[in-house]
C-alpha cells in the first residue's frame, strides 16, 4: 500500500453516532452517507452506522444507493435529489426511497413502480426556504394525495432542509423558525387531508446542535457524525465540555463527537538545503539556513491542496513541522529545521498530515498538525470540502 493513506477510525463513527442518539432520545436517525460518506468510504460507514444503530441512510445519487445494494446493504435508503429518465428504473430496482417534490415525477415513478410491480416507499421534499430543491409547502398536500393516487406508492414521510440552521445569530435563528413554522403548517394541512405524514424529517447536523424544535420523529446529521462541528458553529460547540467564548445562552449541551478521518503519509527522503537554496515550483520558500527537508509523497491531486503551500504544518514523531515552497501534484516538502537542532527524522517515518496523530506526544495539543476543519480554515473553506477532497488514489484504512 502507499505510504499517503487516509485513516478511518470506524470506532469513533460508531460512538459519534451514539452520543447524538444519547442526545436525542427515542428519535430516528437517518446518516447521509453520500459522496462516499463525505469522503470515508460509504459501505465500510454505511455497515458502521447500522450497527450503531442508525435507522436508515441517505445518498445523492441513484448510484451511490446501488452501491450500497451491491454491498449487501437492505436497510432503508433515502435518495435526496430527484432523478432522471432510465435512472428511475434503477432507483425502483435499487428499492431506494427517493425525496419528491413534482406532481409529473411523481406520476413517473408511481408508473415506473407500478411496471416493475413494485411497492416504492417515498418522501414528500417541501422548500421552507432553502430555495433549492422542495414544493412550495402551499402544495405539500395536494402533492401527498397525488402520491397516494397511485397504487405502487406508499407515503413514509415528510422532510425540508434548513439553509441557516448552524447559525447562532438572532436573525439567522428567526429564519429558521420561520422555515420552521411553514414546515409545521404544511404538515398540519397534510393532516387535514386525511392524510398520515409518516416520519417528519428537518435536522441536519446544525438543527442538531442548536434546533431541538427541528428535531421531530427523525434527524439527518451528516458532519457531525463524521467529527465535525456544523460550519456556524464555534469550534468547542460541540466538544466535549465544550466552552465557546460566545455568550450565546440558548447554546445547548454539548455533544461530544471526534473526527473520524485522519491523513498520513511516510517520509520518502530526507535532504540537506543549502542556506540560499530554494525549494519547488515557484520558488517560494528559501533556507534561511542550512536546513533539512523531508520529501513527503502527498500533494493536491491527493487532496493536500495547493493553498497550503507554506501555510501548514504536519506531524512527525509528535512534533510539528512547516509545510516549505509549493505543494505540488504529487509531493510536498517539509522544514525540519537546522542539522542537529531536533530529533532526526528518517525515511519511512509516519506524518500526520492532519489529525490527531498517533506518535509519541500524541494528545499533546501542540504537537498535532490539526484536523481537517482546521484546514478547512486555512483554506477558507468547510471540513466537508475537506475529507471529500481526499482523492480516489488515497486508500482508506479502516481502524
Ligand atoms: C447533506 C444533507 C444533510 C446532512 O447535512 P450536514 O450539514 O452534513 O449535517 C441533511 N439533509 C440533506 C437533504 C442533505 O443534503
Redesign the pocket.
Known sequence: MRATRALVYVDRFRLNIRAVAARIGRRRICV?V?ADAYGHGALPLARAALEAGADCL?V?LVQEGEELRQGGVRAPILL?SQTLGEELEDLVRADLCPLVWEGAYIDALGEAALRAGRELVVHLKLDTGMGRAGCPPEEAAALAGRVLSHRALRLGGVAT?LAVSDSPSPEDRAYTGAQLGRFRAAIQAIRDAGIDPGIIHAA???ALCFHPDAWFDMV?????LYGYG?PGAAPNDTAPGGDSARSDTLRPPAIPVRPVMELHSQVAAVKLIRRGESVSYGRTWTAPEDSLAALVPAGYADGLRRGLSNNWQMGIGGRLYPVAGRICMDQCLLNLGRPGSGPPVSPGEEVVIFGEGAGPAAGSIAAAPGDAAAMAEKLGTIP?EITCGISKRVPRVYL
Open positions: 447521509p453520500k441517505a445523492a435526496f432542509h441536519n447536523s446544525g439527518r446529521p451528516g458532519i457531525l456544523p466537508y
